[in-house]
């Protein structure tokens, strides 16, 4: 009995060591990405986003941005949420610290900063002698990225863009251009109102009468349907293996602790 009593104590102090460190199998690198936010070709201008994503904390840093001078000519340098809260230099051209060709951004925080969000948004000029199927390439040099528990895995994804023959379809390119859809089609629909308002206003009481009776029917139709699709989420994603582990180890552990007394008595 003492035997099968320190076996289930073993086994137990393995899934209590199991369970304290299976979260260290789970770490990812961090990848420090240059992503393209759109080209606007009407004003020949691009603008790149840097941004760091990963499941380490970081508190501390320092990336080297390079771009090709003769192509590409910094107007804009933003700092991004990630180092809002931190101290943060950056060296460019704009500021003067560094040549045209390279942005030098280190910054560093008392407090553990969020493991993914922006360093930096970048809006460059093209070139004069920058045409269609031209390839813009900005590459990055981490030369140090680190949080409390000293420095962090990384990986870098840089930016290779062909520039392209008319505007590419960003979101804000979309949403001018849903706004210039928009106001062509309602100058349209204000023409054709105005040819119509003199039959509309005979059929104005029919069509009102009509409509009342069919919307309130849709309405309480839509409103059950609604509370019928609706369900709640309670974001629980607890693993209930370990503590029925525990539960059966422990109820092992008393079963043997009885029987061994029921024995010497």
Same mark, same amino acid.
């Given at each position: 009995?003492?035997?099968?009593?320190?076996?289930?104590?073993?086994?137990?102090?393995?899934?209590?060591?199991?369970?304290?460190?299976?979260?260290?199998?789970a770490t990812e690198n961090s990848n420090v990405t240059l992503k393209n936010q759109g080209i606007n070709m009407k004003q020949r201008t691009i603008q790149v986003q840097c941004d760091i994503s990963g499941a380490d904390?970081?508190?501390?840093?320092?990336?080297?941005?390079?771009?090709?001078?003769?192509?590409?000519?910094?107007?804009?340098? *933003? &700092?991004? %949420?990630?180092?809002?809260?931190?101290?943060? @230099?950056?060296?460019?051209?704009? #500021? =003067?610290?560094?040549? $045209?060709?390279?942005?030098?951004?280190?910054?560093?925080?008392?407090?553990?900063?969020?493991?993914?969000?922006?360093?930096?948004?970048?809006?460059?000029?093209?070139?004069?002698?920058?045409?269609?199927?031209?390839?813009?390439?900005?590459?990055?040099?981490?030369?140090?990225?680190?949080?409390?528990?000293?420095?962090?895995?990384?990986?870098?994804?840089?930016?290779?863009?062909?520039?392209? *023959? &008319?505007? %590419?379809?960003?979101?804000?390119?979309?949403? @001018?251009?849903?706004?210039?859809? #928009? =106001?062509?089609?309602? $100058?349209?629909?204000?023409?054709?109102?105005?040819?119509?308002?003199?039959?509309?206003?005979?059929?104005?009481?029919?069509?009102?009468?009509?409509?009342?009776?069919?919307?309130?029917?849709?309405?309480?139709?839509?409103?059950?349907?609604?509370?019928?699709?609706?369900?709640?989420?309670?974001?629980?994603?607890?693993?209930?293996?370990?503590p029925a582990a525990m539960v059966t180890v422990s109820g092992a552990v008393i079963i043997g602790i009885i029987r061994k007394r029921k024995t010497c008595r």
């Amino acid at each position: 009995m003492k035997n099968i009593i320190r076996k289930l104590a073993v086994v137990a102090a393995i899934v209590l060591c199991l369970a304290q460190t299976c979260q260290v199998f789970a770490t990812e690198n961090s990848n420090v990405t240059l992503k393209n936010q759109g080209i606007n070709m009407k004003q020949r201008t691009i603008q790149v986003q840097c941004d760091i994503s990963g499941a380490d904390p970081i508190t501390n840093g320092k990336i080297r941005i390079l771009y090709n001078s003769s192509q590409l000519h910094l107007k804009a340098n *933003e &700092k991004g %949420e990630l180092v809002t809260n931190a101290l943060c @230099e950056v060296n460019d051209c704009i #500021s =003067g610290n560094k040549e $045209e060709g390279e942005i030098v951004l280190a910054f560093a925080s008392a407090e553990e900063l969020p493991a993914q969000g922006c360093l930096t948004t970048m809006t460059f000029e093209l070139d004069g002698n920058v045409k269609t199927g031209d390839v813009i390439k900005i590459t990055t040099n981490v030369e140090k990225l680190a949080g409390n528990s000293g420095n962090v895995s990384v990986e870098k994804k840089d930016l290779s863009v062909t520039v392209p *023959e &008319k505007e %590419e379809k960003t979101g804000s390119g979309q949403e @001018e251009k849903k706004e210039e859809n #928009s =106001g062509d089609a309602s $100058e349209t629909v204000t023409k054709k109102e105005d040819d119509k308002i003199s039959g509309q206003i005979e059929n104005t009481s029919a069509k009102n009468s009509s409509s009342g009776q069919s919307g309130s029917k849709k309405q309480s139709s839509s409103e059950g349907k609604t509370n019928a699709v609706k369900s709640v989420k309670t974001g629980d994603t607890v693993n209930v293996l370990w503590p029925a582990a525990m539960v059966t180890v422990s109820g092992a552990v008393i079963i043997g602790i009885i029987r061994k007394r029921k024995t010497c008595r």
